[in-house]
């Protein structure tokens, strides 16, 4: 069973401050999700990756393979993007057997 | 708008007394899955479907049922409800295939819906 493993576990930045965050997991997988949960509870998908490195405005996704290890970088953070980021592991197609998840990253960005 | 619905966002029940827990997509998704999420624990799966007819337990499926007739319905059916299954509930639907399959799916990944808070008492 695959063990993901998240750091920090709390984060608190200034505004405007570039965050990583860090996702290391244990066993070979076919895809690594990373996921925000704002604080009302729901869930919103961010990035499906099974290599190299994707950005999607101020976010910043990477991961390497040979390491089994992730980051998901924030650049000019912003109190909106204040949130839990949640890293999860998938195997084999996709979506086949489900995802097992990171305890997540509390992540507060102050004005 | 293409979305996961979950109903209901609350409930309050009692023990032993039989529930079910709605989440329907709009997507023509073939994969769905549940997962509960407790505090310190993260979340966790508890049943999944491949597609219609097709289901399998996950990490955590003691107490739970799920059935899968349709495509877009998957709903979590507690039997007999315990006080130990308060938490909050998320169905999540994606589109199968591999990762490498996804520069051609742009919005290949997984879509939640808004999460059910469920207090057995």
């Known amino acids: 069973k695959n063990e993901v493993e998240q750091s920090p576990q709390n984060l608190t930045a200034q505004e405007g401050e570039f965050i990583t965050i860090n996702c290391s997991y244990s066993?070979?997988?076919?895809?690594l999700h990373w996921l925000q949960q704002h604080p009302g509870g729901g869930i919103v998908s961010l990035f499906m990756?099974?290599?190299g490195k994707k950005k999607h405005g101020r976010l910043i996704a990477t991961i390497n393979i040979q390491e089994k290890h992730s980051s998901l970088h924030i650049t000019a953070s912003h109190p909106r993007d204040s949130a839990v980021y949640i890293c999860?592991?998938?195997?084999?197609?996709?979506?086949?057997?489900?995802?097992?998840f990171g305890k997540g990253t509390h992540l507060i960005i102050q004005p | 708008e293409a979305q996961v619905t979950q109903n209901p966002r609350y409930l309050i029940t009692v023990t032993g007394k039989k529930l079910t827990v709605t989440c329907s997509q709009n997507?023509?998704?073939?994969?769905m899955s549940w997962y509960r999420q407790d505090p310190g624990l993260g979340l966790r799966q508890i049943y999944y479907?491949?597609?219609?007819?097709?289901?399998d337990k996950g990490d955590v499926p003691e107490g739970y049922k799920v059935s899968r007739k349709e495509k877009r319905n998957f709903p979590l059916i507690l039997e007999s409800p315990s006080p130990n299954q308060t938490s909050l509930y998320f169905c999540?639907?994606?589109?199968?295939?591999?990762?490498?399959?996804?520069?051609?799916?742009?919005?290949?990944?997984?879509?939640f819906g808004s999460g059910t808070r469920l207090t057995v008492v």
């Open positions: 999860a592991v998938g195997y084999s197609g996709g979506g086949a057997d489900g995802l097992t």
């Open positions: 999540a639907s994606s589109s199968t295939g591999t990762p490498f399959q996804a520069p051609f799916r742009p919005n290949y990944g997984y879509t």
């Open positions: 479907s491949m597609n219609v007819e097709v289901t």
């Open positions: 990756l099974s290599s």
């Open positions: 997507m023509n998704h073939e994969y």
């Open positions: 066993v070979g997988i076919s895809a």
